[in-house]
Nanobody, 121 residues
Framework: QVQLVESGGGLVQAGGSLRLSCAAS????????MGWYRQAPGRQRELVAT???????NYADSVKGRFTITRDNAKNTVYLQMNSLKPEDTAVYYC???????????????WGQGTQVTVSS
């Protein structure tokens, strides 16, 4: 089994910064993509940013230039540095990882428990 543990959420004023962390542990052979998604009340979960093990990154248009995703592959950890936060960034942020538990077979996708980010105006 694989566990994703997130940390770093909280309450911040508009214009402020937060850094989220997500560490994967358990039966991991390799991890391809790791990423962050968010879900605001009454809305669908949406992509925020992803990063592959090779260093490729992808961002939602709404966060480009403000958020930065990085990975520490040796620690199976992904980070999300969030700057210039806006009230519309308020949501529960979820970590996601594409994990191979063996050297063969398809990857599996795992989710963290979520961490609340609240940006006050």
């Amino acid at each position: 089994q694989v566990q994703l543990v997130e940390s770093g959420g909280g309450l911040v004023q508009a214009g402020g910064s937060l850094r989220l962390s997500c560490a994967a542990s358990g039966s991991i052979f390799s991890i391809n993509a790791m990423g962050w998604y968010r879900q605001a009340p009454g809305r669908q979960r949406e992509l925020v940013a992803t990063a592959t093990s090779g260093g490729s990154t992808n961002y939602a248009d709404s966060v480009k230039g403000r958020f930065t995703i990085t990975r520490d592959n040796a620690k199976n950890t992904v980070y999300l540095q969030m700057n210039s936060l806006k009230p519309e960034d308020t949501a529960v942020y979820y970590c996601n990882a594409e994990v191979r538990v063996a050297g063969w077979g398809p990857p599996h996708y795992y989710w963290g428990q979520g961490t609340q980010v609240t940006v006050s105006s």
